[in-house]
């Protein structure tokens, strides 16, 4: 009963963060983002030693002031999903801006390779204008919750628009499927999604299980590949949902070669806007060679 009350609460809540202007909104996260940065935790020696792993040039101080930036952003992206998840469409298209470098509209078999930015779930922008700009359905991996009531719910947000959110377990064929029929299909593999259909490759010069699944399947289903990024706009105001030309050469016949690849990609941009990326997740948490895992 207790769960039960729980849940709806927190749909309550965030039914009532959407009514707010989005300055406000904003200032909320911030807040909240800086209150959990003070507050030991867990997620907060994660999020240092991931920093301290990634930046080795940086000071004790350099640190501790990126892992606050970063929490005021988190903090900001979790109360920014009451619109993504709740919003109606303007209130969409007021917060996220589409820059593409492809036509998205001519089917063409397309991979998106999107990434862990705090601006990620920005990228149901894509369904959410897929009629008016004549664009296909967006589909996309899912990891389950692990609260039930959430994972159904979060499912029923995300598709809202006429989105297709496909469990990553067991569900490759109907992902094969989509693609072939030019859905927009997004993945995000740079999250450690555990040993299995993965390899461990560089990220920040650390070996870092990665799974291989862009390059089997741009293999299989002959899809181009694109990277694509929702990151907040230079005055901080909305976010700006980027989407590159195809990568060349990609994918070879080396699935290891294609995947260190995309996480050099990621390294790029990551270091292009550190305090965006989502460092709260264990990401060297699977390690080669029996090492010990650093947290």
Known sequence: MLKTISNYSGVVLLRSLVALPYKLLISIGYALGYAA???????????????RLCFPELSAT???RLSKKHWQLLGRSLVEKSIIWLGDKKQLADMIEVKSEVDLADR???????????????????????KEKGWPRTSGFFQRMKNPFFNRKIIEWRNRFGGNSIDRQGNSLEL??????????IIAPDIDLGLKDST????????TNTITAVSRLAKITGAQVCMMTTTLKGDGAGYVCTISKPLENFPTDDPQADTARLNLLFEKEIRLRPAEYYWVHKRFKNRPFDELSPY
């Open 37 to 51: 940065s003070l507050i030991p935790s867990e997620r907060n020696r994660v999020v240092k030693t991931n920093l």
């Open 62 to 64: 350099e640190i501790d």
């Open 108 to 130: 063409q078999p397309r991979i998106l390779v999107n990434m862990h930015f705090v601006g990620i779930e920005g990228s149901i922008i894509l369904s959410a204008l897929a």
């Open 176 to 185: 094969i499927r989509e693609i072939r029929k030019g859905s927009f299909i």
């Open 200 to 207: 461990f490759v560089p990220f920040f010069d650390i070996q």
